[in-house]
């Protein structure tokens, strides 16, 4: 992972843990301020309910005492205020006042109880009702369970009484408490009424209604109705419907006796606020979300800005390791990254002095060496040449007659000596005058094997212990661009080099194989082998471990192979022989 | 321009074959030398005396086929006599235990009983006036009248009455058909009008006290409220009602006349009266007679006529007397006589008559 | 007038138009009629009437003895002429006042295909709900002193009454509970004897209508006199039986009276019933319901609907003709319960037995003999005769109008 995406990652992280931190606790909070107004607006809607109800109820009292203040009323007190009265003519009179008052009951009963007329069951004249001489006087509405034809309801009923001669006409209407009646209150939004009959000792989920009628999901509400009717108290619950939760409050109806008659069920839809909660979340979330995706985006930026000067830094030490030494960085800040680059820039000025510096006293070394090699070379030849020509002028000025023979050994050791001389400065001036390589396709092995025919002479020849050659090379190796001439030069050196180290004999390995697009050639022999530093140094021209010899073999070999781009290496250890490995690329 | 039908019906004489089978088919019911229980119950138009014959030929039947008869006997034979539209149904019921038998004869019909000798019907002017009446009581030398707005006293003055005291009545609005009845009783005079009753002296210094009352009047019934008819109970609404014998009579409102059989408990109606009937005891033919006006209403000349009840239908009398206006009320007023009050269509004058009926010669 | 009837009228109820032979009085007794003597063998089964000479069909066309013979024809009787007299074998004792029934009419079909008739009106207009008569100018007893009579059918109560109000309608039938808003009006009011029988009937097949101590026990719970005094307005009697007391003259032996406790103790489990009465009768249908509440005492429920298929029938049958036995007879049939109606010989006795079988199987339960009520205006007189019948038809003949009142 780079620097700038480690950085980028912590940005980010930082910036999305506080994003999501913040949003909850902005959510909880505003959560918990709506749950609260939510409460305080479910309460205000059951008083408001409730005044509702009672209205209802006053609007009952007032149309049963218009009912009893009629005149007609009146006048049917008195008649069934006689002794054996006759109820035969009045028996559809409640019918037509529930219709004239728009009430679901009205019944006509007599002192003693006996239903004159009754809208609601119109067959029942005649029948007692024992309920209204309960009471003396009559004055609010109250709840009845009220017995039908087919069905028990649950009514809301107001009774007045009509005193006449004596005796009391009773007047009773009342509503049904049935989903007409729940459909008939006025109710805010959000807000909706259900009627529980209580007429069996369990639970029924017919017996639960709202304005729509039979309703749904009584199952749910089944609990919130048990704890009603268990401790008659009001209770509240809310309850999960699919579409958002709803907050129930139930309200226990109780009649006259106290006898539990009904639940109401107020429920005020909660999904106003869960919507907002959602609403809250989500516009959260996308503020999470953009802030992560801004986060990011600055995270980058910032990044970018702190990690270029950087990546800068480490372009310009890669180009440098790459060899660009005019590499620079460019850094125009002042802090610490600024720092950093200007130290680069002058550490890299200081490498170059260095390295020129470096390179010079090296040039100045190498001449120094060629100096010291030339010395020594021209040395051994030319020390003879001084010996000869003394030898001359003494025997010209000391046996004047003797001269001719004297000239003429001298002059052969003369002309051959300068002819070494010559030799020494041709492989100087081959060596100054190595030209670029002349890359043409070419078989390795065969320049291996031609070479190896080449010294197969020399390396049976008497003068040294034997050494036998072998062979290994790589059907597989292929054609590879290379100078031949150059190639074989080298190969050549390697094998001499090899020859000379193993003076009492031994064994010459040529190696050659391929290996990742490149040609790896090993020369082995079994000589002496060199030390540690023996290898450092052996590269260096005029290097030799030979008592003869220019020691430019190698240097020549390193040429080579360093015009071909390649790579030359030495592996060994004292008395274990060495290898040289040769890598050329392929093309 | 109306008649009436006469329905006569009645038995000159039980067949004595349909009650000799009757008695055939009860002893055949019984068994041999059985103590009875014997009943025997007229639930058809036989009078009395009829029925009493029916009994005594039933009973002499059973004693001569070997039967005794005793009020505590375990087998009771409950004889009733019916009738249908067509004829008698006589059916005797035989009970012993739990065992029940049924038996039925079908007399033949009878034949129609004679005319009733005719009585005589008299009627009488007492006053003419154009103010409304509603009833009148006339003594010897003393005529009370009731009006609308007040009572009236009247004394004789040589062939005449000649007007003495008014007594005012309390302010009212009275309904349509206004009904009012006077009665006295020694010195004391009651006046009954809607919702309204009135006492007071009549001989020494008149004064009436009046106060509010549904109390029946004298008809048996208090007058419904606001209306012109009497309500009472086990009987429809009515507007005039009289006794006689074992019936009571009430003109109902769907112009049929109800009777209502007191010893049976039988009822029935049948058209041809008026809404006005009176009952008068004259102690000749069957004793009580009933005066009835004509049906009609108040755009036809009206008559009154007297009849007797035979069996469940009246048979008339007498003549009618013919009036020149509608019966706007009549009363029993006295033992033999009624107080009819009418008004003259062309005159528009209120009358009151006394109307009595006389023995046939 | 005005005839709420929704029935059919047929040819034999319009006595207005076609006569009969004999034709029975207020008393019920036979009074010639078309035909002027009468005799008959000793089986009752063979009678021979001597016509009434010189009468006319209402088209003009002379009133023979054949006429009469195919007319009487039509009833199953072997008819035939012998002389001036008509010859009609009738299989079957029957008694003179059967040949008073009103389906024993003489009428004969015109060119014109419509039907003839003797009566004192003969059939002006004949429309879907709406007929006109015109009075037969040579009616043998007297022309009738009205010249028309209007009869529309298929009005309603509210609309008859006011009708009656308005001085549309001089004659209006009435429900039991219009009679007193038409009495307040100024209508005078004509009833008949009780001509119609309102039972309960079981439909046969149901499991209900097989369980006897069900049926027992729902007859015993009506309370009858309740409905009687409240919903028709004392306008009727209570019936224990099939015939009416003025008919038969031994309804009273059979019982009326309710048995609350009895009916519970034959009552096993909560058996469940469905009533249907006449979607048009609302009378009937308050009466239902008050059924039910009676029944439901002795635990029995009872549902009721407005017509439909049920296990019992709150029915309505006219009792015609105004003689026992035929009356009884033509009852059981209407009410689907012939085969169990078996008369062992001729006599009320047997008729009495028969009946009381028929009553004791419970299958017919008789609730109430109604009679026919009608309103009439004030402007509307009769001279000698009702012009309501005591069996509930009307007798137009003797009607006429007091043009003198508004």
């Known amino acids: 992972m780079t620097f700038r995406t480690r950085m980028l990652v912590s940005f980010a992280l930082a910036v999305v843990v506080t994003a999501a931190l913040v949003t909850w606790v902005v959510s909880v909070m505003t959560r918990r301020t709506f749950e609260q107004a939510d409460d305080r607006r479910t309460a205000t809607l059951v008083a408001q309910f409730r005044r509702e109800f009672e209205r209802r109820q006053e609007d009952l009292v007032r149309r049963v005492e218009a009912i009893a203040a009629m005149q007609s009323t009146l006048d049917m007190a008195v008649e069934l205020s006689r002794p054996e009265p006759d109820y035969a003519p009045y028996v559809n009179e409640a019918g037509a006042l529930a219709a004239a008052h728009a009430l679901d009951l009205v019944e006509l009963l007599a002192q003693d109880g006996t239903i004159v007329s009754s809208a609601q069951w119109p067959a029942r004249f005649g029948y007692k009702a024992e309920w209204v001489k309960e009471q003396a006087d009559w004055k609010d509405a109250f709840l009845k369970s009220e017995e039908l034809p087919n069905e028990t309801v649950l009514a809301m009923v107001a009774v007045r009484a009509v005193s006449a001669g004596g005796s009391n006409l009773y007047v009773a209407g009342g509503y049904r408490l049935d989903r007409g009646f729940l459909g008939s209150l006025v109710l805010p939004a959000g807000m909706r009424v259900l009627l529980y009959h209580n007429c069996e000792p369990r639970f029924s989920a017919q017996a639960l209604t709202d304005a729509a009628g039979p309703a749904r999901g009584a199952e749910r509400l089944a609990p919130l109705i048990e704890q009603v009717r268990e401790e008659r108290r009001e209770a509240t619950r809310t309850i999960e419907w699919p579409d958002g939760p709803e907050t129930f409050q139930a309200i226990p109806l109780e009649g006259r006796q106290n006898e539990l008659l009904g639940v109401l069920l107020v429920g005020s839809s909660r999904r106003e606020l869960a919507a907002l909660a959602a609403r809250i979340h989500w516009a959260g979330g996308l503020a999470a979300g953009f802030g992560i995706l801004l986060g990011i985006g600055l995270s980058y930026w910032a990044a970018r800005r702190l990690t270029g000067p950087v990546a800068q830094l480490a372009r310009g030490a890669r180009e440098v390791a790459a060899g660009n030494w005019n590499a620079r960085v460019s850094v125009a800040s002042r802090d610490e990254i600024g720092e950093l680059a200007r130290a680069f820039n002058s550490m890299i000025q200081d490498l170059i002095s260095q390295r020129d510096r470096l390179l010079q006293a090296e040039r100045v070394a190498a001449w120094r060496e060629l100096a010291r090699r030339l010395a020594h070379e021209l040395k051994n030849p030319l020390f003879p040449l001084q010996i000869t020509i003394e030898t001359l002028q003494r025997a010209k000025e000391q046996a004047p007659g003797e001269f001719d023979e004297i000239f003429r050994e001298s002059a052969a050791t003369l002309l051959a000596e300068l002819a070494n001389l010559k030799t020494i400065i041709g492989r100087f001036s081959d060596f100054a005058k190595m030209p670029a390589p002349q890359l043409e396709p070419v078989d390795l092995n065969e320049i291996v094997r031609g070479a190896v025919r080449l010294f197969d002479a020399q390396l049976r020849a008497g003068s040294h212990a034997p050494i036998a050659p072998e062979l290994d090379c790589d059907p597989g190796l292929g054609m590879i661009r290379a100078d031949p001439e150059q190639v074989t030069r080298a190969l050549h050196n390697l094998i001499l080099n090899a020859i000379d180290a193993m003076p009492a004999g031994g064994t010459l390995r040529i190696r050659t194989r391929r290996a990742e697009d490149r040609a790896h050639l090993e020369v082995s022999d079994t000589g002496q082998g060199l030390t540690k530093e023996e290898c450092e140094r052996l590269f260096t021209p005029y290097y030799t471990t030979k008592r003869h010899g220019t020691g430019l073999g190698l240097a020549i070999v390193q040429s080579v192979v360093a015009d071909h781009h390649g790579k030359i290496s030495v592996e060994s250890e004292p008395g274990r022989g060495a290898t040289f490995r040769i890598e050329l690329p392929e093309g | 321009m109306l008649r009436l039908i006469l329905v006569l019906l009645g038995l000159a004489a039980a067949p004595e074959d349909s009650v000799r089978e009757l008695a055939r088919k009860i002893a055949a019911a019984l068994a041999p030398r059985e103590a009875v229980a014997l009943s025997v119950r007229n639930a058809s138009s036989l009078a009395p005396a009829e029925v009493a014959g029916v009994r005594r030929e039933v009973e002499n039947q059973l004693r001569a086929g070997n039967f005794t008869l005793a009020a505590d006997a375990p087998t009771t034979v409950a004889v009733t006599l019916s009738e249908n539209w067509q004829g008698g149904v006589w059916i005797a019921e035989i009970r012993h235990g739990d065992k029940r038998d049924t038996v039925m004869v079908a007399p033949a019909r009878p034949r129609e009983r004679a005319a009733a000798t005719p009585m005589g019907i008299d009627r009488q002017l007492i006053l003419e006036q154009p103010e409304p009446i509603l009833d009148a009581v006339a003594l010897e030398d003393l005529l009370i009248v009731l009006e609308p707005d007040e009572v009236v006293f009247y004394g004789r003055k040589d062939a005449r009455w000649e007007r003495r005291q008014a007594i005012a009545l309390p302010q009212r609005v009275w309904p349509r058909d206004l009904r009012g009845r006077l009665t006295i009783e020694g010195d004391s005079l009651q006046a009954f009008l809607p919702g309204l009753a009135c006492k007071g002296k009549v001989q020494s210094e008149p004064a009436l006290e009046c106060g509010e009352s549904d109390a029946p009047w004298p008809a048996g019934a208090p007058l419904a409220k606001g209306r012109n008819y009497f309500e009472a109970e086990k009987l429809p609404p009515f507007y005039s009602a009289a006794r006689v014998g074992e019936y009571s009579l009430a003109a109902g409102m769907d112009g049929r006349t109800q009777w209502f059989d007191n010893a049976t408990a039988a009822t029935g109606s049948f058209a041809g009266w008026g809404s006005d009937i009176a009952a008068v005891e004259t102690g000749c033919g069957g004793g009580r007679q009933v005066l009835a006006t004509r049906p009609g209403d108040s755009t036809d000349t009206d008559a009154v006529q007297a009849f007797e009840m035979t069996g469940r239908r009246p048979t008339a009398v007498s003549p009618a007397v013919e009036f020149s206006g509608p019966v706007t009320a009549m009363w029993p007023a006295g033992p033999a006589s009624a107080v009819a009050i009418t008004r003259d269509l062309k005159t528009g004058q209120y009358a009151a008559f006394r109307i009595s009926l006389t023995c046939s010669r | ?406």
């Open chain 3, 1 to 406: 007038m005005e005839v709420r009837a929704a029935r059919a009228l047929e040819v034999g109820e319009w006595p207005m138009v076609f006569e009969t032979l004999v034709r029975l009085d207020e008393s019920g007794r036979v009074q010639p009629a078309l035909a002027i003597s009468w005799r008959h063998d000793a089986s009752g089964q063979r009678w021979q009437f001597r016509l009434r000479p010189n009468m006319k069909f209402h088209d003009g066309s002379p009133l023979a003895g054949e006429a009469v013979a195919a007319a009487l024809g039509a009833n199953g009787w072997t008819c035939g002429t012998a002389g001036p007299e008509v010859v009609v074998q009738t299989g079957a004792p029957v008694a003179v006042a059967e040949f008073a029934d009103a389906r024993r009419a003489v009428f004969v079909r015109g060119s014109d295909g419509s039907l003839q008739g003797t009566g004192p009106f003969r059939l002006a207009q004949w429309e879907s709900r709406r007929a006109t008569l015109a009075a037969n100018e040579d009616y043998w007893a007297g022309r009738p002193f009205l010249d028309a009579v209007a009869i529309e059918m298929g009005r309603t109560a509210q609309q008859q009454l006011l009708n009656l109000e308005l001085g549309k309608a001089d004659l209006i039938e009435l429900g039991p509970n219009d009679v007193r808003r038409a009495v307040q009006s100024g209508a005078r009011i004509w009833t008949s004897a009780p001509v119609t029988l309102m039972a309960l009937r079981f439909e046969r097949g149901r499991p209900a209508a097989e369980d006897a101590k069900l049926r027992e026990a729902l007859a015993l719970s009506i309370d009858r006199a309740a409905i009687l005094n409240v919903l028709l307005q004392r306008r009727g009697e209570a019936a224990g039986g099939l015939l009416p007391q003025w008919l038969s003259g031994y309804a009273m032996l059979f019982s009326a009276a309710r048995d609350a406790a009895r009916a519970r103790q034959l009552v096993t489990g909560a058996p469940l019933l469905s009533l249907a009465s006449d979607p048009a009768d609302a009378l009937a249908r308050t009466i239902a319901d008050r059924i039910a509440v009676n029944t439901r005492e002795a635990g029995i429920r009872l549902l009721t609907q407005a017509g439909g298929n049920a296990d019992l029938y709150l029915v309505r049958a006219r009792i015609a003709p105004p003689v026992a036995g035929p009356a009884l007879a033509r009852l059981a049939a209407s009410l689907e319960v012939s085969d169990l109606f078996h008369v062992s010989g001729p006599g009320l006795e047997s008729l009495y037995a028969g009946e009381r079988a028929l009553v004791e199987e419970f299958r017919v339960i008789p609730l109430f003999h109604l009679p026919e009520i009608y309103g009439a205006s004030p402007r509307l007189k009769t001279w000698a005769t009702p012009g309501l019948a005591r069996t509930g038809e009307w007798r137009l003949d003797d009607l006429w109008l007091d043009s003198e009142l508004p």
